[in-house]
């Protein structure tokens, strides 16, 4: 499904492209009929809405840009080009509806027009994009390039609609198209490896077929396909290099620095490599951390030349290294030479002579995605209330060497590090609550149904207390295979990894709180219902909490909430309150 997603952009998505340099203020006015939301989303901008649903978007810009809009259930694309204007009506619930007035009419209204070869498009890859993967390649590749002939002639069905776009526009929308489709067949030997566990490579026509793909032109920067086609490209050529290194290295640091080979190889244009060894370092930053970076840091620092992103990559890592000032940061474990670090929070109050009850916080992310920050705000907030919050990063899965198995690993490793250094680190060895959310809520769960002893030192891995929010507590391929595909080629059966299937009278199970939203898509509710249902007939102590009106992490029920969260204020609060009673009633938290 991700993939599919991934591809249906494409047909709604184009740009507009000038060699002007001069910078140029455009502006979108806009009213909705019947509001229901009180901002909407173009580009990276929340725009407010009043009350009788008018709004106001302005924009600084050098060339024309495409900008991605969203309000509601509605998601649609524009494009603006310098010192433009143009207003837009949005009087329902459809795309068909939405009307605009003032300059780049035919372009906006050809981006809203929902068509039948997109339908069916969606339905085949729907359908068969597991079998259309298990294709030899002869055959993949001639269906890609028959799929972008439809929508280059799509483009010039209407002759006369196709006289009003400018020549710009026709060039990009042509080039949108050409980056889109190629990108899947550079990513055919991936998803070829994912689907059949055999290994193949591009053919040298496919190699110079895709080449005609212009990359090392700044002409194209503002398109996203550019930069989705140019980003399967470095990692096509970059994953060459690393199946070379038979080290056993962590990939994302072998990955790292075969694209810091690759990237200034591919582009004679000095921004563009400058722009891609950025784009890759802030990425690597984010999903591995700052203390499995700080070389790929100085060596960026000694190729980049250009300016203006030597000083982001500045600024980036500045604000990475600031959010760890106000806490301790310690090492649990080194894997692969890759360091795996803790996020403490302790009390101001804290004396070091003094134990502490602890909550270890996971993040969620699908197992793919995610890092501690995202864990800091309830750490902190935990450490307000007494205890001592800790934020932990575990290994993510990508496909390579890692999957959710060593995720789980780390989970265990960490509750067996605090207990070996529960006097060092000023903690109560037996007062270790986890809490995780999402894939979180299944890897702190792990520790305690799959758990781990040091026999020598009488201690395991399992919490003392368990808050779960919208948990992944079922990895049962017939529900969902996205668990399965991480496990990749390991032959494990998912079921033997789920906390659902594992419940059994005799486990150190610990008293445990499941946050629940009704209409959870990603982690249903009828899962979280079983779980403690099993947790209550074995004889544990679990509550679940359900509340209405709102799916995973509590985003409302009406907004799709199997991508980024958007949680509920007011049910956020809520359940909050409800995890604070919890560790309250356990003495955790002391008034």
């Not at 290194?245 to 962590?250: G, I, V, W, Y």
Request: hydrophobic share 35%.
């Amino acid at each position: 499904m991700k993939n599919t997603l991934s591809f249906l952009l494409l047909i709604f998505i184009t740009s507009f492209i000038s060699c002007s340099q001069e910078i140029k203020e455009s502006q979108i006015s806009g009213k909705i009929i019947n509001t229901t939301e009180s901002t909407l989303k173009i580009g990276s901008q929340t725009v407010p809405i009043t009350e009788d649903g008018k709004f106001t978007f302005i924009k600084v810009i050098e060339r024309p840009i495409l900008l991605d809009v969203s309000y509601a259930n509605l998601e649609w694309t524009i494009f603006l080009k310098p010192e433009s204007s143009f207003d837009v009506l949005i009087p329902g619930k459809s795309l068909e509806t939405i009307e605009y007035t003032g300059e780049l009419i035919s372009s906006n209204t050809y981006l809203l027009e929902p068509n039948s070869l997109s339908l069916e498009i969606n339905k085949f890859f729907n359908k068969n994009w597991v079998q259309f993967h298990r294709q030899n390649q002869t055959d993949y590749i001639s269906t890609i390039d028959s799929l972008k002939g439809l929508y280059l002639k799509h483009l010039t069905t209407d002759s006369k609609r196709y006289e009003t776009f400018s020549k710009e526009f026709i060039k990009a929308w042509k080039a949108e198209i050409d980056f889109g489709f190629n990108t899947l067949m550079l990513r055919y030997p991936e998803r070829y490896f994912q689907f059949t566990d055999n290994k193949v490579e591009l053919s040298r026509n496919t190699i110079d077929y895709l080449k005609s793909s212009e990359i090392d032109n700044p002409e194209y920067i503002e398109l996203p396909g550019y930069k989705r086609y140019t980003k399967a490209w470095i990692d096509y050529k970059s994953e060459i290099l690393v199946e070379k290194d038979t080290s056993l290295k962590h990939y994302s640091l072998k990955k790292m620095e075969t694209t810091l080979q690759i990237i200034p190889e591919i582009f004679n244009n000095q921004y563009l490599k400058d722009f891609w060894l950025a784009e890759y370092l802030k990425e690597h930053i984010d999903k591995n951390g700052i203390a499995n970076s700080k070389q790929y840091v100085n060596q960026f620092n000694a190729i980049c030349k250009t300016e203006v992103l030597k000083n982001e990559i500045e600024q980036y890592v500045k604000s990475v290294l600031d959010a760890r000032k106000d806490h301790e940061v310690k090492i649990y474990k080194t894997e692969n030479d890759f360091i795996l670090e803790v996020h403490i929070f302790k009390p101001k109050d804290f004396i070091v002579t003094e134990k502490r009850p602890v909550i270890v916080i996971f993040h969620g992310g699908g197992w793919v995605s995610g890092n501690p920050s995202w864990a800091f705000d309830r750490a902190k907030h935990f450490s307000n209330q007494g205890m001592i919050g800790i934020a932990v990063q575990y290994r993510l899965s990508n496909f390579k060497d890692i999957t959710p198995v060593e995720a789980m690993k780390d989970a265990k490793d960490v509750f067996l590090w605090l207990r070996t250094n529960a006097d060092s680190l000023g903690i109560i060895p037996n007062r270790i609550a986890g809490e995780g959310w999402s894939a979180g809520g299944h890897l702190v769960t792990s520790a305690a149904i799959f758990v781990d002893t040091l026999s020598s030192q009488k201690i395991n891995s399992a919490p003392n207390a368990l808050i779960l929010t919208s948990p992944a507590l079922d990895t049962d391929p017939k529900h969902d295979g996205w668990f399965k595909t991480l496990l990749g080629t390991r032959d494990i059966d998912p079921n033997n990894l789920s906390p659902l299937e594992n419940v059994i009278e005799g486990l150190p199970l610990p008293p445990t709180l499941i946050l629940q939203g009704r209409t959870d898509r990603l982690a249903p509710t009828k899962y979280a219902q079983l779980f403690h249902d099993k947790m209550k007939a074995s004889n544990y102590q679990c509550e679940l909490v359900i509340y209405e009106n709102c799916g995973h992490l509590f985003t409302p029920s009406h907004l799709d909430d199997t991508g980024w969260p958007q949680p509920d204020k007011e049910i956020s609060r809520k359940a909050n309150k409800k995890a604070d009673e919890f560790l309250k009633k356990l003495g955790y938290i002391v008034e």
